[in-house]
């Protein structure tokens, strides 16, 4: 009988080992310590799936073929497991335990520490050497191969489209790009696999750069400037166009002059504010591209916090009377 109860034990404590082989931190900061969280207030709360219904999401997410909101999202962090790890992420979030709070504040930490990091994406093009080689301001002599863009003559010229190459890291595991300016909409740093087109009910941007869960993720938040509406108030009111409460238009389809309206009244809201939804109008996914050219320019006063911070909102009616 003792024998039976120290394989039985033996076989459970192997069993646990493989259930934490695979270590569930990573996942606490969204769906929490017991996965008793709506992860980014989207998700389904995975401590009430069944084991089966765990490993259908994560192997769909793995294809592609699962998932909504965060489907892109959830498949750059399931993309290198293997079945044998999910089975063990599966078995070790029903297994109840949950994950220890020194484990989970451990990888909060260095996903923070990564985030902090913040890289010259121009490091490379902006070398004295390269400027200095390519200043045709020094040379005596310019041959047809170095004036303008061309590296052969015309002759010999063959034209092709530059190899582009977006696999960058997934979200959360990328260093952060420094502003190429003050206020520059800062560039994508993680590969945006599954999260475009962005539209209106479908952004998953929004998962994690929502200030109210940025923080925990290491994410740069949606700034102040975004949740502002700046445009003038205009309504159809008795037939007449009316813009910030002065009438601009009439019935007959005169629109008047508008120009005389400077400024239109802040107002500052407690959502995104819809025009700004397209995050992609001004935020750029990375590739590794080599330029043709150096890059001479120097932004003036990018220096701390402005590399990697905003004050656009503080900004915006800056010489506007």
Do not use: W
């Not at 769906?31 to 084991?51: C, L, N, P, R």
């Not at 089966?52 to 769909?60: N, P, Q, R, Y």
């Not at 952060?176 to 952004?203: C, Q, W």
């Amino acid at each position: 009988m003792t024998k039976v109860i120290k394989v039985i034990a033996l076989g459970s404590l192997l069993a646990s080992s493989a259930s934490y082989a695979v270590s569930t931190a990573a996942c606490a900061g969204c769906h929490g310590q017991h996965f008793e969280k709506h992860a980014m207030g989207k998700s389904k709360i995975v401590k009430d799936m069944s084991k089966a219904d765990i490993l259908v999401a994560l192997k769909g997410y793995k294809a592609g073929t699962y998932g909504g909101a965060m489907k892109g999202l959830m498949k750059g962090q399931v993309a290198s497991l293997s079945n044998a790890d999910m089975k063990a992420i599966a078995d070790a979030i029903k297994s109840g335990a949950g994950t220890a709070t020194d484990k989970a504040t451990a990888h909060a930490s260095a996903a923070a520490v990564a985030q902090a990091k913040v890289i010259d994406i121009n490091a490379k093009v902006c070398t004295p050497q390269r400027l200095k080689k390519e200043d045709l301001g020094n040379k005596k002599v310019v041959s047809t191969t170095t004036l303008g863009l061309r590296k052969s003559t015309l002759f010999n010229e063959n034209i092709e489209p530059a190899k582009i190459k977006y696999d960058r890291p997934a979200p959360g595991a990328a260093p952060k790009f420094e502003r190429a300016y003050v206020n520059a909409p800062p560039m994508i740093p993680h590969s945006v696999d599954g999260m475009l087109p962005i539209t209106r009910k479908n952004n998953q941007c929004l998962g994690c750069h929502m200030p109210d869960v940025a923080k925990s993720v290491g994410a740069t938040p949606i700034p102040p400037s975004h949740f502002t509406n700046y445009r003038p108030t205009t309504v159809y009111k008795n037939g007449e166009l009316v813009k910030e409460g002065k009438v601009v238009g009439i019935a007959k389809g005169d629109m008047g002059n508008v120009g005389d309206i400077k400024l239109a009244k802040v107002k500052k809201l407690n959502h995104l504010y819809q025009g700004r939804y397209n995050c992609t109008q001004c935020h750029a996914p990375q590739a590794d591209v080599k330029t043709a050219v150096g890059n001479t320019f120097k932004p003036a006063g990018l220096t701390g916090k402005f590399k990697s911070h905003s004050n656009l909102a503080n900004m915006m009616d800056e010489g506007v009377k």
